[in-house]
């Protein structure tokens, strides 16, 4: 039966050790790191992840501001808030919720937030940094994915390593995050599944990471016995939250396993304030 990596643990852990920089700082200097979230219009589940990240930066203390933008702001308004926000010294990150209006390029949006003050480390700068291994500001999820597996204390070095989801936002970053450890890594993606070929790939995994948003789609028997299977995916069955693995199936097979929900995302969370305190040491001449 496998271990349960619990994300709720670990996000609890690493929230104590960034409580313990924060008040390090402030005796130090005199201020604390201060984020600015900008969400525009109303949804209920970007609501939800807010007040989750409201909480976390209290829990640490952090100063986090809630900037509500009506429905149909225009791009060229939302790109000059981004701008004043880069101008304002007292704020250390900008992060810009998705989803967003329809109307909203995000991607073109979020390359004008400030390299040193992007929170979610998606600016297209930082994406080449963190290729080159010179950015301390990561994306969240990835970032989330790769606590786990360092709690673990596994050797990363020559382990295979499967992902399944070549996005973006989680798949392509963690590949690089990965490869940074000198773990071998296959990315899969639905053309991957079109041939046939995904079980082939996860059953040589020794570290697995699942992020499409289909639920269950890894069955047991597609898990290497004693593999870590990190999943990331959040999906809604019958009222009921499950991931992209079959969880019942993996536990028999896996030696550490990430449940959902309480796995990934409560780190990703505290994930988003570590980048937070990262910017704002930046910011400050506090590193290197």
Same mark, same amino acid.
């Given at each position: 039966m496998a271990e349960i990596l619990d994300g709720r643990k670990l996000a609890r852990d690493i929230q104590h050790r960034l409580k313990d920089e924060v008040v390090q700082y402030k005796n130090q200097i005199g201020r604390i790191p201060r984020m600015v979230n900008i969400m525009i219009g109303d949804d209920h589940g970007t609501c939800a992840y807010a007040r989750s990240q409201q909480k976390a930066a209290d829990s640490i203390g952090i100063s986090y501001d809630l900037k509500l933008?009506? !429905?149909? +702001?225009s791009q060229e308004d939302l790109i000059q808030l981004v701008q004043d926000?880069?101008?304002? !010294?007292s704020v250390n990150g900008i992060l810009i919720h998705r989803p967003v209006p329809e109307h909203i390029d995000y991607p *073109? &949006? *979020?390359?004008? &937030?400030n390299i040193n003050k992007d929170l979610e480390g998606i600016n297209i700068i930082n994406i080449?940094?963190?290729?080159?291994? !010179?950015?301390?500001?990561m994306p969240c999820t990835p970032a989330a994915v790769m606590e786990h597996i360092f709690s673990t204390q596994i050797d990363l070095k020559g382990k295979e390593v499967v992902i399944v989801g070549s996005? *973006? +936002?989680v798949g392509k970053p963690l590949c690089l995050l990965l490869l940074k450890q000198m773990a071998t890594v296959s990315v899969c993606h639905i053309e991957t599944s079109r041939a046939g070929?995904?079980?082939d790939y996860t059953k040589r995994a020794d570290i697995l990471i699942v992020a499409v948003g289909k639920a269950r789609l890894i069955k047991g028997d597609w898990i290497k016995e004693g593999a +870590?299977?990190?999943d990331v995916g959040i999906n809604q069955v019958d009222n009921k939250i499950v991931g992209d693995v079959d969880f019942e199936e993996a536990q028999n097979r896996a030696s550490y396993i990430t449940p959902v929900p309480g796995g990934v995302g409560p780190v990703t969370v505290v994930?988003?304030?570590?980048?937070?305190?990262e910017a704002f040491k930046k910011q400050n001449n506090l590193v290197n």
């Open positions: 933008l009506p !429905e149909g +702001i926000l880069n101008n304002d !010294e *073109a &949006v *979020a390359n004008f &937030v080449g940094k963190m290729m080159l291994g !010179e950015t301390h500001l996005s *973006a +936002i070929l995904l079980p +870590i299977v990190v994930m988003l304030m570590r980048n937070g305190l």
